[in-house]
C-alpha cells in the first residue's frame, strides 16, 4: 500500500535561519506532488505543484523554493525564513491521472521566531 | 469572492444529531472532495464524486452539478467526528485542487 511520510512534525526556527523539510512516499511510481501551506484560520494554499523529478511548478511568488531531486522525494526548502513564513505545511500526493484523490501527509507545524 | 465557499463556517450539535456542511462553488469542475482535518492536522480524504451520491458508514456526499453545490452529510454524529470539513474543487486540465476555508465541527455528547 502507499505511504506518505513528512518530518518533522513540528519546528521552531529562528528569522533569517534556512528550512528544509522532507516529503517521501512508498509504494507508489511517478505520482504528483505537492506542497501546502495552511495559515492560521485560513484555506490551504497550494504553493508546489510537480509531475516528475526536476519538474517544479510554483504557484505564489514567495521566499520558499521546492525540488524534486528523486521519483518520490520532495523537499521545500528557504534560505532565509521570514516570520510570514509560519504556519502549517502539508506535503500530498496523487497518482498522475485525472480525478485522483490526494493524500496527504501528517503535516509540519512551523514556527518562526 | 471564494471559488469555493462553505458554509456554516463553525457547526456544534449534540451526539446523535444529523449534521449537514454545504460547499457552493463557482468554476468549471472535474471532481469534487470532500476532506476531513483533525485536531493534529492531518487531513484525510473521505470522497471524490463528480455526479450523484456517495455513502462511506455515517458519511453521505451529495453533488449537484447544475447548481454548483455539493453537500456532506453525517447522520448519528459522534464526538469522534469533531473535525473541520474542508470541501475541495478539482477544475478540467489540470490536477491541482480548489480548497474552501473548512468547516469546524464540534459534537459534544
Known amino acids: 500500500s502507499q505511504t506518505i511520510h513528512q518530518w518533522p512534525a513540528t519546528l521552531v526556527q529562528p528569522v533569517g535561519s534556512p528550512l528544509s523539510l522532507e516529503c517521501t512516499v512508498e509504494g507508489t511510481s511517478n505520482p504528483n506532488l505537492y506542497w501546502y501551506r495552511q495559515a492560521a484560520g485560513r484555506g490551504l494554499q497550494l504553493l508546489f505543484y510537480s509531475v516528475g523529478i526536476g519538474q517544479i511548478s510554483s504557484e505564489v511568488p514567495q521566499n520558499l523554493s521546492a525540488s524534486r531531486p528523486q521519483d518520490r522525494q520532495f523537499i521545500l526548502s528557504s534560505k532565509k525564513l521570514l516570520l510570514s513564513d509560519s504556519g502549517f505545511y502539508l506535503c500530498a500526493w496523487s497518482q498522475g491521472l485525472r480525478n485522483q484523490p490526494q493524500h496527504f501527509g501528517d503535516g509540519t507545524r512551523l514556527s518562526i521566531l | 469572492k471564494n471559488e469555493v465557499e462553505q458554509s456554516p463556517q463553525n457547526l456544534t450539535a449534540q451526539e446523535g444529531e444529523f449534521i449537514t456542511i454545504n460547499c457552493s462553488y463557482s468554476?468549471?469542475?472535474?471532481?469534487l472532495h470532500w476532506l476531513q482535518q483533525h485536531p493534529g492536522g492531518g487531513i484525510v480524504s473521505l470522497f471524490m464524486?463528480?455526479?450523484g451520491k456517495k455513502k462511506h458508514g455515517r458519511l453521505i456526499a451529495t453533488i449537484n452539478i447544475q447548481e454548483k453545490h455539493s453537500s456532506l452529510h453525517i447522520t448519528a454524529s459522534h464526538p469522534r467526528d469533531s473535525a473541520v470539513y474542508i470541501c475541495a474543487v478539482g477544475t478540467y486540465n489540470t490536477d491541482k485542487l480548489i480548497f474552501g476555508t473548512g468547516t469546524r465541527l464540534q459534537v459534544f455528547p
Open positions: 464524486l463528480s455526479s
Open positions: 468554476v468549471g469542475i472535474s471532481a
